[in-house]
């Protein structure tokens, strides 16, 4: 079998705002410090790439790479990318980004990402990540329901997560207001899914200033980038 000793990943978190990367040794620990950018404008996906290549000139070397993408993936193809350029949709980044890498690349949802290096992987754990757009994982007993996407369903007031607790909303809205419906969406997330255990992630997470039930945690924002090392593992 082959030993997985000395394989380091590339983990990169495709933001609405940031792009941002950082090496992981084999127990999934930094080994380098993060690098950003930010997201390109138009966000299509050769600036992003590029945006990606660039961080990569200061992380040294690593031998696979594990991509969160702020949209439905599957195989490695982008089906949604709701807060980036539609020119998203239906492109295969996992082999445009192997071909200029020239290392085998894994891309997942974001909040899947994120989900994976969070996660206590026993009973139903669900993960809200706050930042340009509202991301969700879940799972049960440690495996995931991939691609779930909570932020595009109704949550109050004829709008979706997304549009209620998105970054547009906290600017619009301001802390106070955007924290009240925070604590609306989390019972009625706590109504839907019955969770043991919630984790609110994302850039926006250190904003949250309601009292929080016990089991909901916030995770650091750097979980995006941890959870890249589960990618490779079974
Ligand atoms: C996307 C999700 C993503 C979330 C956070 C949403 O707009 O639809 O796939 O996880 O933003 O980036």
Same mark, same amino acid.
């Given at each position: ?23 992981? =040794? ?29 961080? %990569? ?22 089906? %949604? ?47 809200? %990540? ?37 970054? =547009? ?41 309601? =009292? ?23």
């Amino acid at each position: 079998m082959e030993s997985n000793v000395n394989l380091r990943t590339l983990s990169v978190d495709i933001g609405g705002s940031g792009v941002k990367v950082m090496v992981l =040794d084999t127990q999934g620990n930094p080994i380098t410090e993060r690098g950003r950018l930010e997201t390109p404008k138009p966000a299509k996906p050769q600036p992003i790439i590029d945006a990606i290549t660039q961080l %990569t000139s200061n992380q040294g070397d690593y031998e696979r790479v594990s991509v969160g993408f702020p949209g439905v993936v599957k195989h490695g193809t982008v089906e %949604t990318a709701a807060n980036l350029h539609p020119d998203w949709i239906g492109f295969d980044l996992a082999i445009a980004l192997s071909k200029i890498l020239k290392r085998p690349v894994r891309v997942v949802n974001d909040a899947d990402m994120q989900g994976l290096g969070a996660i206590a992987g026993k009973g139903v754990e669900l993960v809200v %990540t706050l930042g340009t757009g509202f991301g969700s994982a879940l799972f049960v007993n440690g495996k995931l329901l991939p691609n779930l996407e909570m932020g595009h369903h109704r949550f109050r007031k004829r709008e979706s997560y997304e549009q209620q607790l998105g970054r =547009d909303a906290l600017d619009k809205v301001g802390h106070k207001k955007w924290n009240k419906r925070l604590g609306k969406a989390i019972a009625s997330l706590s109504h839907l899914f019955n969770y043991d255990y919630l984790y609110i992630g994302g850039g926006e997470a250190k904003k949250v200033s309601i =009292d929080l039930p016990s089991n909901v945690k916030i995770i650091p924002n750097i979980t995006g980038l941890l959870g890249g090392i589960n990618l490779w593992r079974d």
